[in-house]
């Protein structure tokens, strides 16, 4: 449980700089300028994410239960991620009506993510991991609302609504993998399975 506290702090920490201590990230940019700071907090969030990944593949052998889901929040779990693949999706592209309604879908697909995994799941771990992830989504949309209104950050331009339906079709794809293959493979845990 240790390590993946400390990866926790770690990761999310980093990607909390620009709210909580803006002038030592401008400081270091100042310094040695933006591509170093990019390459540093690339290379520190990665490695962040590998000991979060390992310390909750750890975490999950040795911790108890929190709470006991009911089989029916597994398939309100499967379907959020539905919304969250196709929200991810959505912003790589440019803007539809989807982008444009969100604001932030990477930030909504992160919301949706950590909500349908605490919905479908009660172990310690899960719920630590899930509601820190959660917590940290609320946190970068208030931080972008007050970038907008500071007027550091530029609204997003609606371009065309054929990028929703790429959304939707290439996120249905995204999830079906996912749902299908990835989430046994990498987590050892069958979406559809947990379903009974």
Request: net charge positive; hydrophobic share 60%.
């Amino acid at each position: 449980m240790t390590l993946l506290i400390v990866g926790l702090i770690l990761f999310l920490g980093l990607h909390l700089i620009r709210i909580f201590a803006p002038g030592f990230r401008n400081g270091v940019i100042a310094r040695f300028g933006k591509p170093v700071w990019i390459a540093g907090h690339s290379i520190l969030s990665t490695l962040a994410l590998v000991l979060v990944i390992y310390g909750f593949g750890e975490a999950r052998e040795v911790t108890g239960m929190l709470w006991y889901p009911p089989v029916w929040m597994a398939h309100i779990a499967v379907t959020l991620m539905l919304v969250s693949s196709i929200c991810l999706v959505a912003a790589a592209l440019p803007a539809g009506h989807i982008a444009m309604k969100t604001k932030y879908p990477v930030i909504v697909s992160i919301k949706v993510w950590a909500l349908a995994h605490l919905l479908a799941n009660g172990e310690t771990a899960s719920v630590l991991l899930f509601v820190s992830f959660l917590v940290w989504a609320v946190l970068l949309r208030i931080m972008m609302k007050r970038r907008e209104r500071a007027g550091e950050v530029k609204p997003r331009v609606f371009v065309s609504a054929k990028y929703d339906i790429v959304a939707v079709v290439l996120g249905a794809a995204l999830w079906a993998l996912i749902v299908f293959r990835l989430h046994e493979w990498l987590i050892g845990v069958a979406p559809l399975g947990a379903m009974g």
